[in-house]
């Protein structure tokens, strides 16, 4: 019912050379595969290289979009134009951009608005930082991360055709996974959030895991009922781990 879904972030690395160096490992790698949806979302630079790479192998992503339509917003990269070039998919709110970059829900909302008008689809980050789950807070942070972003959308939209990646703070780029069973956990949570929102979004909508996925954990992880496929960060940097954690998620 929920096609599973695997995402690279490549985040902010790799020259020309190395993107489109890495699309084509990607592309011969992933052949086959096609009962899953494959996305890469390398930097906004090198989108187009890596679109005429891929050659519809897989659908592009995009690793963020603006949070206005085209106009003076310097540094920005509006939607329309991310679909315009045949991006698919945004990640938005990822952890880093709170973090580094202060994003906070109603950007990340105003964000998602954009995404939505423009066709594309959002992948909406949330999760909790160590100190959060450590006082217990781990579900009321992620339900206000989801509420405060869906509330200040149009009620007539709603989160429309969106994914959410689960990716505790703790576990991104640190090598420390969520135990399958922790994941679980959240997703189901999180299916329950949207539940409460729309009964009719919770079973359809997919949801990610994000957080240190890697070849080796991934067919457990994967292997959730309420894990839909995964955000994968440095792994995804290796076509051949990439290429794995999608053969994973093919065969459930
Ligand atoms: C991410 O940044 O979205 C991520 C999951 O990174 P990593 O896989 O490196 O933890």
Redesign the pocket.
């Known amino acids: 019912m929920r096609t599973p879904l695997i995402a690279g972030?490549w985040?902010m690395n790799g020259l020309s050379e190395d993107a489109v160096a890495l699309a084509a490992s990607v592309s011969d790698r992933i052949g086959g595969l096609d009962a899953i949806e494959i996305v890469v979302c390398p930097p906004f630079v090198h989108l187009p290289a890596v679109a005429e790479r891929l050659r519809g192998g897989a659908y592009l992503g995009a690793q963020n979009c603006a949070d206005a339509p085209q106009g003076a917003r310097t540094g920005e990269v509006a939607a329309d134009m991310l679909a315009d070039i045949g991006v698919r998919y945004v990640?938005l709110g990822?952890?880093?951009r709170r973090a580094f970059y202060g994003e906070d829900s109603a950007m990340i909302a105003a964000r998602y608005t954009q995404a939505m008008e423009s066709g594309l689809r959002p992948i909406l980050?949330v999760g909790e930082t160590l100190e959060e789950r450590e006082d217990g807070r781990t579900e009321d942070v992620v339900a206000g991360q989801i509420n405060d972003v869906a509330d200040r959308l149009e009620s007539s939209v709603g989160l429309g055709d969106g994914v959410i990646?689960y990716?505790p703070v703790w576990?991104?780029?640190?090598?420390r996974t969520a135990t399958a069973a922790q994941a679980q956990a959240m997703h189901a949570f999180i299916r329950g959030v949207l539940g409460e929102r729309d009964p009719g979004l919770a079973g359809g909508m997919r949801l990610l895991y994000?957080?240190?996925?890697?070849p080796g954990n991934a067919a457990d992880l994967l292997a959730q009922p309420d894990v839909d496929g995964?955000?994968?960060?440095?792994?995804?940097l290796n076509a051949e781990d990439f290429a794995a954690i999608c053969a994973a998620a093919a065969r459930g």
């Open positions: 972030n985040k990640i990822h952890s880093e980050c990646a990716e576990a991104i780029g640190t090598g994000g957080g240190s996925m890697k995964g955000l994968i960060g440095g792994a995804s």
